[in-house]
């Protein structure tokens, strides 16, 4: 399946569509208090899929990139950005 950004311009806050145009992700990223794409808290890989949760309509998080923390979290578990890197071409990890 092919998927697409559906904002190029504004990445961190964008649907990811599959080829008929149907949401498959939504990006949504918290600038905190300061509103500046330079001041962003977290940034949210939220489920095209809806469900009905308290009296709201909610899309599940299935992912999150902590920016202060340079952390991701993939379905509850969080790693440094380190831990994820990849490095082309090396067998073993050296810093």
């Given at each position: 399946m092919e998927a697409t950004l559906n904002n190029?311009?504004?990445v961190l806050?964008?649907?990811?569509?599959?080829s008929e145009s149907e949401p498959l992700y939504f990006v949504e990223t918290d600038l905190g208090y300061l509103r500046s794409r330079f001041n962003r808290t977290t940034t949210f890989?939220?489920?095209?899929?809806?469900?009905l949760s308290s009296s709201d309509l909610e899309r599940p998080v299935v992912g999150a990139i902590h920016w202060k923390e340079k952390a991701f979290e993939i379905q509850g578990e969080k790693k440094s950005i380190d831990d994820v890197r990849?490095?082309?071409g090396?067998?073993?990890r050296t810093k």
């Open positions: 190029r311009t504004d806050n964008t649907h990811i569509v599959s890989l939220r489920s095209g899929v809806v469900t990849r490095l082309e090396k067998w073993y």
